[in-house]
């Protein structure tokens, strides 16, 4: 089974940008598609956005316009780039694929106002 080890994540401040990456054990193009998602404090885990092994991609309507999901299949590695960061956007952020596997530790994403 694929590990996936997600990092980038830290504390900004509204406005300001980070770039997530989730390196994979193994080949990340046997994968229909890789996904991003995030969890809240006391809130589910939810979708933040996905690429295809075609690369066509889809976000939350929440992050539209805002994040680009983007992967380099030759470093089995998907990458989150996050700009315009708000407060909301605080929380835990974890890859996975499709089929979905085990979750990794996730990194912890903060957004002070």
């Known amino acids: 089974q694929v590990q996936l080890v997600e990092s980038g994540g830290g504390l900004v401040q509204a406005g300001g940008s980070l770039r997530l990456s989730c390196a994979a054990s193994?080949?990340?193009?046997?994968?229909?598609?890789m996904g991003w998602y995030r969890q809240a404090p006391g809130k589910q885990r939810e979708f933040v956005a996905v690429?295809?092994?075609?690369?066509?991609?889809n976000y939350a309507n929440s992050v539209k316009g805002r994040f680009t999901i983007s992967r380099d299949n030759a470093k089995n590695t998907v990458y989150l780039q996050m700009n315009s960061l708000k407060p909301d956007d605080t929380a835990v952020y974890y890859c996975?694929?499709?089929?979905?596997?085990?979750w990794g530790q996730g990194t912890q994403v903060t957004v002070s106002s």
């Open positions: 996975n694929t499709d089929p979905m596997g085990s």
């Open positions: 193994g080949s990340i193009f046997s994968f229909n598609a």
């Open positions: 690429i295809t092994r075609g690369g066509s991609t």
